[in-house]
């Protein structure tokens, strides 16, 4: 398991989130048969957003990063690195900006960097 698995399996929130901003990757195995939790929530709602951006449902996308006060969890949440196989790119270490500029959503690749801060330097894995 990796450290990201011990601290979603373990429910440990502020670890999951640290793992995360250095770059730990989003993987559905890290809490697959993991029961719910703070953790397992988080995550999933990462894993959501990467459907709203798959499936062009941009409004989705507004709607659950909107709902998001915390600038600190927005912050993780858009700059996160996700390994989810889908059919567009090669989903190896992308953040939702990688996601968006690959689905050809520029609004949503502006949106993403100048009302959510996404960072447009980070590189896929």
Known sequence: MTPLSYAVKYN???IMVTLLK??????KRAFKDVP??????FLEKIVKCCDFVYSDDITGLKN?????EDNSVLNVIVNVKINIQRTKGNDNGQTLLHLAAIANEEKVVTWLIKDKGADP???DC
């Open 22 to 27: 250095h770059d730990a990757l989003v993987e």
């Open 64 to 68: 659950e990063l909107d709902d998001i």
């Open 121 to 123: 330097y980070l590189t």
């Open 12 to 14: 440990f929130f502020n």
């Open 36 to 41: 719910k939790n703070e953790c397992t929530n």
